[in-house]
């Protein structure tokens, strides 16, 4: 199971289509104490892998004891970062906390491309260097790649450049409108560009010996499954049922696309919330509705509940709206 805790609304950047629309750190914020208190509650409810990110984590100045927290109680740390802040002594301390893996956004293989949707100059040099540290260090890295129509033609370029890099994965998310990505949903791809970049996603992963995992885009497994494909993956959509987010300020919901509430850890533990929330009972009990609910591919695919939420006036467990499967 696998977990992401949203540790700060800050961020250094303005990324355009930021989920968290993120840039000031909160005053509700969790403390250390209550992050140390919640990771705990994390590794009791079963999780085993924790995405500390953000906003941009990094700027967290109590990071590294976080991490190293996490590892004590028997999870696998690893962060989501913008990697502009990755320095070499940034890099040591955080594989001297016990972090397992960098995830470090680049968008494009165009400098100016990239630094544009992420909102500043220069952010493609400096999340560079940042992986250049983490490789000299010795620390994992895993490149992640938001895709919409303007870069969805050099995605599988972006793969082979992040095994030149030596990155051990590229993670590809399909972006779903949340945040200040409301504000570029017609640049979303659908159903035919989706899929069609799904497939090409496919066909690379049988050429390159890191991972692909394409993220907001649970058709891959019945596409993999047609393919006769091993996956290590078990479903597309997990949320609610074995993942979910932790907000900044404690809420909790089943993914960071998704926002609907199923509680907050200051008021009820962690591990109460997974176990009892009625929300999450909805997500792996109820039936899905449309043609998530009779394609035949639900209990290895499930549809992208977010995207359901955002098309469907918030009908969480109505059908994906871009699946070629009606």
Same mark, same amino acid.
Not at 310 to 320: N, P, S, V, W
């Given at each position: 199971?696998?977990?992401?805790?949203?540790? $700060? +609304? @800050?961020?250094?950047? &303005? =990324?355009?289509? =930021?989920?968290?629309?993120?840039?000031?750190?909160?005053?509700?914020?969790?403390?250390? !104490?209550? /992050?140390?208190?919640?990771?705990?509650?994390? !590794?009791?409810? /079963?999780?085993?892998?924790?995405?500390?990110?953000?906003?941009?984590?990094?700027?967290r100045p109590d990071i590294y004891e976080l991490i190293s927290h996490?590892?004590?109680? #028997?999870?696998?740390?690893?962060?989501?970062? &913008?990697?502009?802040?990755?320095?070499?002594?940034?890099? +040591?301390?955080?594989?001297?906390?016990?972090? %397992?893996?960098?995830?470090?956004?680049?968008?494009?293989?165009?400098?100016?491309?990239?630094?544009?949707?992420?909102?500043?100059?220069? %952010?493609?040099?400096?999340?560079?260097?940042?992986?250049?540290? =983490?490789r000299e260090e010795g620390l994992a890295f895993q490149i992640h790649?938001?895709?919409?129509?303007?870069?969805?033609?050099?995605?599988?370029?972006?793969?082979?450049? @992040?095994?030149?890099?030596?990155?051990? !994965?590229?993670?590809?998310?399909?972006?779903?409108?949340?945040?200040?990505?409301?504000?570029?949903?017609?640049?979303?791809?659908?159903? %035919?560009?989706?899929?069609?970049?799904?497939?090409?996603?496919?066909?690379? +992963?049988? +050429?390159?010996?890191?991972?692909?995992?394409?993220? *907001?885009?649970?058709?891959?497994?019945?596409?993999?499954k047609q393919r006769n494909m091993s996956m290590r993956f078990t479903?597309?959509?997990? @949320?609610?049922?074995?993942?979910?987010?932790?907000?900044?300020?404690?809420?909790?919901?089943? *993914?960071?696309?998704?926002?609907?509430? @199923?509680?907050?850890?200051?008021? $009820?533990?962690?591990?109460?919330?997974?176990?009892?929330?009625?929300?999450?009972?909805?997500?792996?009990?109820?039936?899905?509705?449309? %043609?998530? /609910?009779?394609?035949?591919?639900?209990?290895? *695919?499930? /549809? *992208?509940?977010?995207?359901?939420?955002?098309?469907?006036? #918030?009908?969480?467990?109505?059908?994906?709206?871009?699946?070629?499967?009606?």
């Open positions: 199971m696998i977990i992401s805790w949203n540790t $700060t +609304q @800050a961020c250094n950047i &303005n =990324c355009i289509h =930021c989920y968290r629309d993120a840039g000031t750190k909160r005053s509700d914020e969790l403390t250390t !104490a209550e /992050g140390k208190t919640l990771l705990s509650q994390i !590794a009791k409810a /079963g999780f085993k892998i924790m995405i500390l990110s953000g906003g941009e984590p990094l700027l996490a590892k004590s109680v #028997g999870l696998r740390p690893v962060i989501g970062t &913008n990697g502009m802040l990755i320095t070499p002594e940034v890099a +040591q301390k955080l594989k001297q906390a016990g972090l %397992a893996c960098a995830g470090i956004s680049l968008d494009s293989g165009d400098k100016s491309r990239h630094d544009w949707f992420r909102g500043q100059q220069g %952010a493609w040099e400096k999340t560079l260097a940042g992986i250049k540290a =983490c790649t938001t895709v919409l129509t303007w870069n969805r033609q050099e995605v599988t370029d972006i793969t082979d450049f @992040a095994v030149e890099l030596g990155a051990v !994965a590229h993670h590809i998310f399909f972006l779903v409108p949340t945040g200040r990505g409301k504000n570029i949903e017609e640049t979303t791809l659908k159903t %035919a560009e989706y899929e069609a970049l799904l497939e090409r996603i496919l066909d690379k +992963q049988r +050429q390159v010996p890191i991972e692909l995992k394409p993220t *907001c885009a649970p058709q891959f497994m019945r596409l993999a479903k597309g959509c997990l @949320a609610g049922t074995s993942y979910c987010v932790i907000l900044p300020n404690g809420d909790v919901q089943p *993914c960071p696309y998704l926002p609907v509430t @199923a509680g907050n850890v200051r008021l $009820t533990g962690f591990d109460e919330v997974w176990k009892d929330s009625p929300l999450f009972h909805k997500l792996r009990y109820q039936p899905l509705s449309g %043609a998530c /609910g009779r394609c035949g591919y639900d209990d290895i *695919c499930g /549809g *992208c509940r977010a995207r359901a939420y955002y098309y469907a006036d #918030g009908d969480f467990l109505a059908e994906e709206p871009w699946c070629s499967c009606k």
